[in-house]
């Protein structure tokens, strides 16, 4: 391994310094890309004056309504610039870029945020540090939104601390419970680790191409490498996706997620296995199709591993699900197995078809889940607030006591399964005609298998709802508004992505033509 | 000058050293000293690829790392201080009401 080529004198290195010196282009204008993440971080900042003003008294209502009201504005900013098109502008000298990917994953980013927030305001009902946990929920969100804009691997792995570090808080947010306490540490510490293996990657990486913009990576990269450095590369390479598993949740780095799901609040679980787990995946997409792109470092083959990743992903986490018994935990594998579906986006990039194809696939099937699978831990915390149990048979004949709930329940778990009660029958259909058209036969084979065999372990939680008799003593106080009005619409918008993806399904599918 | 291998044999070293205190450790406390140490081995490698390839890029970026890892012991310590009252031990084999 000789890596020093070149030794830099002083002089040199004054001289390079000052050529890259280019003046910060940033009009007015350009600030129109980022503004949903301003409007998130002036929200941040209400929050926290909300609740310095009134230090000793909470006023859940407030909080949580400013939440919702604010990250609703910035959903609107986002949806209109999708609906109306936008260039792919890059900002601060390219650390940032603003295209429709990045639009598109802060759109599922906010929607998940103003669901949550909704929800939460009878889930965490009269506890402590309210301000703190609605500030907490936005921090987070501001930096999924940046990590879906980041183009540089320094803004990367901040916009990455930026989410995980609050995630790591709210997750041990019931600081009195045992469970959510030690899932809290869990996750941290696994949380920890591959962070610093990230940062470890990002290093080597930068010792290879001398650059922590993908676009330059990638370019350096074209023009070729000292071939006795593609080891220390190719190390590199492999922590990066250390650091992208841990974050969407993938095998190897899979085990804090059923725990982490399980112990957290169920609001919070929803809003980590929905909107970081996107998040994970945009960090993925970007790095890996702009900075790594396949056919400029051939010799290490990242599609195969990732096809290896998604198979066994979503092998282990829909048989894992099968297993189990408790609800939550049910969900928390399951999520880890759309992981795996997700997986194949980057698995079926063989370049033996149309590659903005799938990997458009991989993003609207992240879409409908960041619904469906809200909306399923939405109505966990629902369970939780009624303390009615957490196993399958704890929901016996709950469809007698709410029916309103366990049908859009029913339409979450089966749209989960990917028969045609939302859109995820669809968003499952494109990610199979994608690896077909990539000729990842094994990858269309596993998607066919773990969607058959998810299908057994959701209808456990319907024949439980609406065939089984209840407990005598099941008792259900009162219908709250906001997890109702929470579960309610993102039912609604499950079974309405369906039609929409049916209709709309040529505009859709070009969602990912950006990066190639 | 010194080459830019021996920063990254060193740097592997630190790194090393950081995994196997990870893997073998039982104390969370522990757990936290050796991230760091992984943390600073990926800034070892910055501050010598910044010298090698003549931009200030890398030795930025290990300032940056340097502020978020004492964001992330601030988090981390208060997790453990919770864990400690909930279980009364930083050890984090103890905490097992769930199925690791």
Not at chain 1, 28 to 57: H, K, N, Q, R
């Amino acid at each position: 391994m000789s890596v020093a080529t070149t030794i830099m004198t002083p002089t040199t290195l004054t001289a390079s310094v000052s050529a890259s010196n280019q003046p910060l282009q940033l009009g007015l204008g350009s600030y129109e890309g980022i503004a949903p993440m301003i409007v998130l971080g002036l929200t941040a900042l209400a929050l926290f004056t909300v609740d310095s003003v009134y230090p000793d008294s909470t006023n859940n209502t407030l909080l949580s309504g400013l939440t919702v009201v604010g990250s609703l504005i910035a959903l609107v900013i986002t949806g209109t610039q999708l609906v109306t098109g936008v260039e792919s502008t890059e900002l601060f000298s390219g650390q940032l870029v603003v295209d429709e990917m990045s639009l598109f994953f802060t759109f599922i980013f906010t929607s998940v945020t103003a669901l949550i927030a909704l929800a939460s305001h009878e889930y965490i009902g009269d506890r402590e540090y309210q301000g703190e946990y609605y500030a907490l929920v936005v921090l987070a969100a501001i930096g999924m939104t940046l990590l879906a804009n980041s183009n540089s691997f320094a803004t990367a792995f901040i916009s990455l601390e930026l989410a995980s570090l609050p995630s790591y808080a709210l997750v041990a947010y019931l600081k009195d419970n045992r469970g959510s306490v030690e899932a809290g540490m869990k996750y941290f510490l696994i949380g920890a680790l591959s962070s610093a293996v990230f940062a470890y990657g990002i290093s080597l990486v930068y010792g290879v191409t001398g650059s922590l913009l993908f676009t330059d990576v990638a370019a350096t990269l074209t023009e070729g490498i000292d071939g006795s450095l593609t080891g220390v590369l190719g190390i590199g390479v492999v922590m990066i996706l250390g650091g992208v598993a841990f974050k969407t949740a993938s095998v190897p780095f899979h085990f804090w997620a059923p725990e982490a799901y399980e112990g957290a609040p169920a609001p919070i679980s929803a809003f980590l296995s929905s909107a970081s787990k996107a998040a994970g995946f945009v960090l993925a997409f970007r790095i890996f199709i702009t900075a790594f792109p396949a056919d400029a470092i051939a010799g290490i083959d990242w599609v195969l591993a990732f096809q290896i990743l998604a198979l066994v992903t979503m092998t282990l986490g829909n048989f894992a699900a099968a297993t189990q018994e408790t609800v939550k935990r049910m969900l928390a594998y399951s999520s880890i197995g759309h992981a795996g579906y997700v997986l194949i986006a980057l698995g079926a990039l063989t370049g033996a078809a149309d590659q903005s194809f799938v990997l458009s696939a991989g993003m609207i099937h992240l879409l409908v889940y960041g619904f469906m699978n809200t909306g399923a831990f939405l109505f966990v915390a629902l369970a939780e607030h009624w303390g009615i149990g957490r196993t399958f048979e704890d929901y016996n004949g709950l469809a007698k006591k709410a029916p309103v709930a366990c049908a859009a329940m029913s339409i979450f778990l089966f749209s989960l399964a990917g028969l045609p009660t939302g859109g995820g029958m669809l968003s499952k259909y494109f990610l199979l005609l994608g690896a077909v058209n990539a000729e990842a036969y094994v990858l269309a084979v596993g998607l066919i298998v773990n969607s058959a065999l998810s299908l057994y372990f959701y209808s456990r939680v319907v024949k439980a709802m609406w065939i089984e008799e209840p407990a005598s003593d099941l008792t259900i106080d009162g219908y709250p508004t906001g997890l109702y009005a929470a579960i309610v619409v993102a039912a609604v918008v499950t079974f309405l992505l369906l039609p929409a993806l049916a209709i709309f399904s040529d505009p859709a599918l070009t969602a990912g033509s950006g990066l190639f | 000058m010194i080459p830019s291998q021996y920063y990254l044999v060193l740097s592997a070293a630190v790194f090393c050293i950081g995994l196997f205190g990870i893997l073998t450790r039982r104390n969370a406390l522990i757990f936290l000293m050796s991230v760091e140490l992984m943390l600073n081995a990926a800034n070892i490698n910055f501050v010598a690829f910044s010298i090698q390839n003549g931009n200030l890029t890398g030795q930025v970026f290990s300032l940056f790392t340097i502020a978020l890892a004492a964001a992330e012991v601030a988090v981390g310590i208060g997790i453990i201080l919770v864990l400690y009252r909930n279980f009364n031990d930083v050890d984090v084999t103890t905490a097992t009401t769930m199925r690791w």
